[in-house]
């Protein structure tokens, strides 16, 4: 696994933004993410050691890309074409986009994207159920071979199965918020999401708790260092391959 950050700073634009971690975490050393600029790390995928070979090996697998930023910022247009050229050149790589703009996505593709590239799974967010039915239409509909939804943090009950019956979702990550400002996870909302994965067979990830948990009514503050082990002690994360193998 490997992250690969090929620009920084970001805009918000919907309430799953008010605490980002990016600015939470460039407010703390000083600096305004806000400003929008390329890295260092922008041409990662293709970078290479003396012997003349990539730095990001294929045993490297997953590259998560776009972790401090978004990967269809508007800011970020000019950049983003010689990004498509990498991620086209490293096919041995299997490349995560994570996004708030999927309603970016047709004018950010490159000219030979056609159905979508095998080895790139976009994943669209949504924090509450009005994102859910704005964004997830837009995921279902585009040309993308892989597709996976995270709700994290998720800020209210959300319905999906009507997405997941598609059979086009092939992975829900749900979680709570972290830092000081965290708004409260209600333990029904995960387990309502993981009821209609266990119903449509989507494989789903409890993947933290967030600062504010509640629990049969009763609100717990979670220290960071607990929050993604008391996500995984729970065992309320499901894949429905490992079921098979149970039964
Ligand atoms: S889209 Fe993501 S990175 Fe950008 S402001 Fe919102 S939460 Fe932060």
């Not at 490997?2 to 918000?12: D, L």
């Not at 976009?122 to 837009?138: F, G, K, M, V």
């Not at 086009?168 to 995960?190: Q, V, Y």
Request: with cysteine.
């Amino acid at each position: 696994m490997a992250i690969w950050n090929p620009w920084h700073g970001c805009r918000k634009i919907s309430p799953g933004c008010a605490n980002c971690y990016v600015y939470r975490r460039d407010e703390s050393i000083g600096k305004d993410a806000g400003i929008i600029t390329k890295t260092g790390d922008y041409d990662l995928p293709i970078r290479k050691n003396r012997q003349g070979e990539y730095k990001l090996s294929a045993t490297d697998g997953t590259v998560y890309a776009c972790m401090t930023s978004d990967f269809f910022l508007a800011e970020a247009d000019e950049w983003r074409q010689f990004c498509w050229n990498m991620i086209r050149e490293r096919k041995d790589l299997s490349f995560h986009i994570i996004t708030k703009r999927i309603d970016r996505f047709l004018q950010c593709i490159p000219p030979d994207w056609g159905d979508g590239w095998d080895h790139v799974t976009i994943c669209s967010t949504c924090e509450n159920q009005d994102r859910a039915d704005y964004r997830l239409p837009l995921l279902l509909s585009l040309p993308i071979k892989h597709r996976q939804i995270i709700s994290e943090p998720m800020l209210g009950e959300i319905t999906l199965g009507k997405y997941l019956q598609t059979g086009k979702i092939e992975h829900i990550t749900c979680g709570g918020e972290s830092g000081p400002n965290a708004r409260p996870c209600d333990l029904n909302w995960i387990l309502k999401v993981r009821s209609e994965c266990m119903q449509f067979g989507v494989p789903f990830t409890f993947k933290q708790t967030g600062a504010l948990f509640i629990k049969d009514g009763k609100t717990y503050h979670i220290e960071r260092k607990y929050q993604m082990s008391q996500a995984k002690k729970s065992g309320y994360s499901y894949d429905p391959k490992q079921e098979k193998r149970n039964t």
